[in-house]
C-alpha cells in the first residue's frame, strides 16, 4: 500500500538558516509528488511538485525539492528561512492508477518554528 | 482566475444532525476530491467526483456520501453526525487525470 512518512514532526530553525524537511513514500511505480503548505486555519497551498523529467524541482517561495528514486525521498529545502515560512508543510503522493484517482496520500506532516 | 471556494467556513451542529458542505472549483476544473483533516489522522481521501460521477472514495462510512452538479460544483453530506466528525473538511479540484489539486480554505465542523 502507498504511504508517505514525514520523520520529525516539529522543527525549529532560526531565521537565516537553511531548512530541510524530509519526506520518504512507498509506492511502486513512479509516483507523483508534493509539497504543500498550511497556514493555521487555512486551506493547503502548493509549493512544488514533481511529475516526471528533472530531478530539481523549483517552487513558489524559494522552497525547491529534489526526487531521489533510490531512496524513496523527496526532501523540501530552502536556503535561508524567512518568519513567514512558519508553518505546516505536507508530503504528499499520488497514485498512477485508474483506480486511484483524485486521491493524494498525506504524510503526517511537519510543523516548521522559526526562530527570531 | 478565482480560486476553491467553500461554503460555509464555520459550523456547529450536535450529534446526530446531518450537515451538508459546499464546494465550488476553480472554472474550468471538472474535477472535486474532498479530504477530511483532524489532529489524530491527517488528512484523509474522502471521495471524488468528476463530470457528476464518483470515481473514487476513501475508507469512510456509508454516512458520508457526496454529489457533484453539472457545474462541476460539488457536495457532501454527513449524516447522524459524531462527535468524531469534528474535523476540517477540504475540498480541492483539478481538471482531472493528475493535474495539480488545488485547495479551497475549508469548512471547519464542530459536532457537540
Known amino acids: 500500500a502507498q504511504s508517505v512518512t514525514q520523520p520529525d514532526i516539529h522543527i525549529t530553525v532560526s531565521e537565516g538558516a537553511s531548512l530541510e524537511l524530509r519526506c520518504n513514500y512507498s509506492?511502486?511505480?513512479?509516483?507523483?509528488l508534493f509539497w504543500y503548505v498550511q497556514s493555521p486555519g487555512q486551506g493547503l497551498q502548493l509549493l512544488l511538485k514533481?511529475?516526471?523529467?528533472?530531478?530539481l524541482v523549483q517552487g513558489i517561495k524559494g522552497f525547491e525539492a529534489e526526487f531521489k528514486r533510490s531512496q524513496s525521498s523527496f526532501n523540501l529545502r530552502k536556503p535561508s528561512v524567512h518568519w513567514s515560512d512558519a508553518a505546516e508543510y505536507f508530503c504528499?503522493?499520488?497514485?498512477?492508477?485508474?483506480?486511484?484517482?483524485?486521491?493524494?496520500?498525506f504524510g503526517q506532516g511537519t510543523t516548521l518554528q522559526v526562530k527570531p | 482566475k478565482a480560486g476553491v471556494t467553500q461554503t460555509p467556513r464555520y459550523l456547529i451542529k450536535t450529534r446526530g444532525q446531518q450537515v451538508t458542505l459546499s464546494c465550488s472549483p476553480i472554472s474550468g476544473h471538472r474535477s472535486v476530491s474532498w479530504y477530511q483533516q483532524t489532529p489524530g489522522q491527517g488528512l484523509q481521501f474522502l471521495f471524488e467526483y468528476f463530470s457528476e460521477t464518483q470515481r473514487n472514495k476513501g475508507n469512510f462510512p456509508g454516512r458520508f456520501s457526496g454529489r457533484q452538479f453539472s457545474n462541476s460544483r460539488s457536495e457532501m453530506n454527513v449524516s447522524t453526525l459524531e462527535l468524531g466528525d469534528s474535523a476540517l473538511y477540504l475540498c480541492?479540484?483539478?481538471?482531472?487525470?493528475?493535474?495539480?489539486?488545488?485547495f479551497g480554505p475549508g469548512t471547519r465542523l464542530t459536532v457537540l
Open positions: 514533481y511529475f516526471s523529467g528533472d530531478t
Open positions: 480541492a479540484s483539478s481538471s482531472g487525470g493528475w493535474d495539480t489539486q488545488y
Open positions: 509506492y511502486g511505480a513512479t509516483p507523483y
Open positions: 504528499a503522493v499520488g497514485a498512477e492508477s485508474s483506480s486511484n484517482t483524485g486521491k493524494l496520500i
